[in-house]
């Protein structure tokens, strides 16, 4: 079975752009969870989506925002960039809302 | 919020011998307590969980095991190998119905020197 798929894998976008993220979870997942993680640092929550509903949200400014799809696979959208948002974006997902994560390879974005 | 300290940030074993890693959490509601393992540049791995109902769980050379009382949870890796090497996270969460918000530790990166 595929893993959690994640695109694009590298971005590099400019201060004050938007950046849309993508993801598709593990056939058979219903609940996708979005993290940040910023180099030497551990995953910091930041949104996650369980049948298509938000389920939770993390200490982040209303600059990011997310949705989940009918198929289950779910964007993550990031407005107005700053060079802050420079980071690694990781994507997971699980069976179901408590069951556990499994991660993609993440979106490496980096803003100049 | 839940907040998760983890030690140390770096590790040097030589191989064949244990490697401990040692988290504490502040949330006594937490109840799920993984571990994950990140290469560089690669993804972080579910190496081994625990909930709270249980203190010790064992998979191969892996055991990690949890105080409730003291709020802290350790990894523990015997015989280690020069593939063990890589920065290990642990996380604590309160599983509820519909969801499970991971915090993480700071991570510690393990080095196991042939």
Known sequence: ?112 | GENVEQHPSTLSVQEGDSAVIKCTYSDSASNYFPWYKQELGKRPQLIIDIRSNVGEKKDQRIAVTLNKTAKHFSLHITETQPEDSAVYFCAASTIKAAGNKLTFGGGTRVLVKP
């Not at chain 1, 049948?51 to 964007?75: I, L, V």
């Open chain 1, 1 to 112: 079975d595929a893993g959690v798929t994640q695109s694009p894998t590298h971005l590099i976008k400019t201060r004050g752009q938007h950046v849309t993220l993508r993801c598709s979870p593990i056939s058979g997942h219903k609940s996708v969870s979005w993290y940040q993680q910023v180099l030497g640092q551990g995953p910091q929550f930041i949104f996650q989506y369980y049948e298509k509903e938000e389920r939770g949200r993390g200490n982040f400014p209303d600059r990011f925002s997310a949705r989940q799809f009918p198929n289950y696979s779910s964007e993550l959208n990031v407005n107005a960039l700053l060079l802050g948002d420079s980071a690694l974006y990781l994507c997971a997902s699980s069976q179901q809302g408590n069951s556990p994560l499994h991660f993609g390879n993440g979106t490496r974005l980096t803003v100049t």
